[in-house]
DNA sequence: TAGATTGTTAATCGATTAACAATC
DNA sequence: TAGATTGTTAATCGATTAACAATC
């Protein structure tokens, strides 16, 4: 009973590595390969097969010994465990750069995730449509959210209005922030936040070079 | 005598953290703040004070009992821990609107990181200028890479190509790849690559955002 | 001096890896 | 049947947290 109550919580690392199988094996359905086996997956990504028959496991994939794992069981239950079978409608605030690089990305589809709206404070941005998706003026943001009952916000502003728009999201009832700025912004901890930081990426790129230079 | 010749190997974890201190003592410095303890910069960015000790203890930072840090000196030391004080040139490979976001990007300077040229295969693009940043013909890649002793490499064309241009990238004696594609390439072991996949981010967040829905 | 904070060693925790029985 | 592979429990490893002495 408590069994299926209980939260399953997956490990932040097995997480990012499951994202990796899901793209791998679409790529291998794709080939009409249907069978697949964690030799196979370790040797082509790169990792041992006993961290992958354990992601798996913690997914909560079953497999044959001997025969392996199906393709396609495989990629359901990925599916399932990361969420990509719920409707995952977003915001995005910030038609510079870097939002117009989103609302033009063909990728999210996949995922189920689809931006229904922009919003920026420029009025030479309000009221235009990129690829099919309309600007709206900042301040009708709240409103949209709340009746739209949307759930994701992105943040593509410039870091200076980073913080200043993630409490707008806060207070809009927002549950998850994917923030593209480098700006730290601080939230209540039961809200989400998932961040793609270019600089640390690149801070990453900088030091590990830095230090083979040491060796 | 074994010592100074050991490696030092920042975790990384550690080292995004490290990013992290430095952003926030950057912005400390501006506000012409010259002390600092653990428990501030716990406090502000929300982690602990006995993590920030390890932390700043890794990078080689020393203060004094009861005074804390002087923000200057760690700046110092995690600018040259983290390899923002070396000669960080990089060639960019794909002027699409990833490529482009980089090349208008203004806060690279901070590290010391420089974007010299920009690559591509299409004609519409080869010989214009971005930001001052001249776009080449990919096929003059490998020899000015040679020439300039280039060692930070960009890929930024789409995914399909990624794998193509990591390998031209290694035959032209880059050492370190920064990947933001989200193929998943395949290098020798010797070359770093740091990846910026935004759909393994925008994975996690789905897959956290359905996670807290099941609780 | 007293108290806050650093520096460092030890304990804990969680993820990875190893080992091996079960089984197709 | 034999051998490869899964599933699962135990051992290892590394990072985080706790504890506490040193000290400004």
Redesign the pocket.
């Known amino acids: 009973m408590a069994d299926n109550l209980e939260i399953k919580k997956i ?4 997480l990012k590595r499951l994202t990796l199988y899901y793209q791998y094996l679409s790529n291998k359905l794709e080939q009409e390969i249907e069978q697949i ?3 196979d997956i370790a040797r082509d990504l790169d ?5 992958i ?2 992601d ?2 913690i997914a909560g ?9 199906t393709i396609e069981e495989l990629l359901d239950v990925l599916n399932s465990s990361l969420g990509y079978d719920n409707i995952n409608e977003a915001f995005l605030v910030g038609v510079g750069n870097f939002g117009q690089l989103l609302l033009n990305y063909k990728g999210f589809k996949e995922y189920n995730f689809e931006i229904l709206a922009a919003f920026d404070n420029d009025a030479n941005k309000i009221d235009k449509t990129i690829n099919g998706i309309k600007v709206f003026d900042i301040n009708k943001f709240e409103d949209l959210v709340k009746r739209m009952k949307i759930k994701i916000g992105i943040i593509a502003t410039n870091s200076d209005s980073a913080q200043q728009i993630a409490d707008i999201m806060v207070q809009s009832d927002i549950k998850a922030i994917w923030n593209l700025t480098h700006f730290n912004i601080d939230l209540p901890n039961n809200i989400i936040r998932v961040d793609v930081n270019l600089s640390e990426s690149l801070s990453m790129l900088l030091s590990k070079l830095s230090n083979m230079y040491e060796k």
């Not at 990792?47 to 961290?51: A, E, G």
Request: aromatic residues 4%; charged residues 25%.
């Open positions: 490990p932040e690392p097995t086996s964690c030799t990792l041992t097969s006993i961290q028959r354990k798996l496991q994939a079953k497999g044959k010994p001997k025969i392996g794992y």
